[in-house]
């Protein structure tokens, strides 16, 4: 007998290469082994057709962007319908000249394109000047609907704000996903790195307990860039159920792990600890201030 | 050399008895305590005055509230000026006839009443029937600032919900204070109560994270209650640093638990991981809706 509540789903962590057609073999080969796996959804990393190019800020790197639909989504669909899962890809999109968007694609199992989702939140800091390159998303957190389910996307930076996981929880996801590239600066020691490791899966982990929500989170692996703009990044793609608990985590090298939710469970926690019940909205308004002062 | 950032800071965990004269007894002995450690501020326990009275409704319960400030208050003041610490207590509040509510209140360590705050999310759930005996808050999320800083007390239900966190940092707090009270049902199977217990401090932690502030958090312990509305309170109080880092843990007994806190911390991590300044203010109007549909 199949319990029709138990989704399958695989994350696939790998190092990308400085040109799309490596990477967009590699994300093919990744996702016909996820549906060889029994997944039905298969998470790629932040950003996987190209190298980190926000390392640094050069107008040249922009030649990386392409539209969406195009040839990479296109080509992604295709082997999404020949595995049969569900993908979510995140291409660097041109929408128009001078407004490029770092964006997760979802391309469902029949191999239409189910939806994007632009990164609204974008980072800006030593090695990741993605401000330079990325216009702020547009499309608000809005879930997108898949054969698997309702898909609650978003993208990496947007990991730390409990706001986005609520907003996408109160539209009725039924996951968060988040591909992400972060890595080790080797400048910081090794209390220091794991300390931000530990926080990056800890504020996760927060937010599948506050939302009763699994969360699936992607990264890359390997190291890229010179001196003084290299990043070591480090794997530890991991996959949480409703209340926190581990049920999939990769090391720092390139993987595909699995995981079966069961996601009837959500509304299970939601009846025993009922936190969407209290929620004071009506004190709630200054939420959209920069700072209560 | 005295750093001053540091501040040494406690946490009191113990069972309560069904007297205030015992349980105020018990306060000012951990209260003494805390001040010959060298801490600067102590947590008590919720409603550390009476037994959990909120295991079942009955109207007779009514009579555990008293007036802030009143008899205990200023028991406890006197208790935080002779340690010279500051005490974040909690009180079973009668406000007027028919408008009680669980409030903390924080004395300052000069023995004055620093401010109060009344629970604002209020739970009600088997054995946990807290909203027919509280009135919910209508204080907002406003820090309470003392000598050793600006604290963001909450209580308890509030510490599962992001939103009361992140309005408490938007207000400048620089600690997150949570006097609880939660426990086991002993009909959940072990690996159930593992996950409630690592959930209850998972979510906390990513207060500690995603706002950048150390997250102090007080609980019960020992049995309470009768055949179907037992709770094993699970203490476990602890204390974590800015980046969710553990700093002290308590076990299932009765303790006192410190930790140093350097205060600096917390603008350090917003620099390097500058997530105040990157809110998508303009999107987050929704999280004032029940539900997004």
Redesign the interface.
């Known amino acids: 007998m199949t319990d029709t509540s138990i989704l399958t789903i695989a994350v696939a962590q790998y190092a990308c290469a400085d040109n799309a057609e490596t990477n967009l073999a590699t994300a093919e080969r990744y996702i016909a082994e996820a549906g060889a796996a029994g997944a039905r959804l298969v998470l790629l990393p932040e950003l996987h057709n190209t190298p980190y190019f926000c390392r640094r800020e050069d107008p040249a790197m922009f030649d990386y962007a392409e539209p969406v639909p195009g040839p990479s989504s296109r080509r992604l669909a295709a082997a999404a319908k020949n595995a049969g899962v569900v993908v979510v890809a995140s291409l660097f999109e041109r929408r128009a000249a001078g407004i490029y968007h770092n964006t997760a694609v979802v391309l469902d199992s029949d191999g239409s394109l189910a939806g994007r989702y632009r990164k609204?939140?974008?980072?800006d800091?030593p090695a990741y000047y993605e401000k330079y390159y990325f216009t702020?998303g547009d499309l608000?957190?809005t879930p997108i609907d898949t054969q698997v389910g309702r898909l609650g996307v978003l993208v990496c930076?947007d990991q730390?704000?409990?706001?986005?996981?609520?907003?996408m929880a109160?539209?009725?996801a039924e996951l968060l996903i988040y591909p992400s590239a972060i890595g080790w600066d080797d400048a910081d020691d090794d209390a220091e790195q794991a300390?931000?490791l530990?926080?990056w899966q800890?504020?996760?982990?927060?937010?599948a307990?506050?939302n009763h929500l699994p969360v699936v989170t992607s990264n890359r692996v390997g190291v890229e860039g010179g001196p003084n703009a290299e990043i070591r990044f480090w794997g530890h793609s991991f996959v949480f159920g409703p209340?926190?608990?581990t049920l999939a985590e990769a090391g720092t090298d390139g993987a595909l792990v699995t995981a079966e939710l069961d996601l009837h469970r959500s509304e299970t926690l939601r009846r025993?600890?009922?936190?969407?019940r209290?929620?004071?909205?009506?004190?709630?308004?200054?939420?959209?201030?920069?700072?209560?002062?």
Not at 202 to 207: F, N
Request: hydrophobic share 45%; proline share 7%.
């Open positions: 609204m939140h974008i980072p800091d702020p608000g957190f930076w730390w704000y409990p706001e986005a996981a609520r907003l109160l539209a009725g300390r931000q530990a926080a800890g504020v996760q982990r927060g937010h307990i506050a209340q926190g608990e025993i600890w009922p936190f969407f209290d929620r004071r909205i009506d004190a709630f308004g200054e939420l959209t201030r920069r700072f209560r002062d």
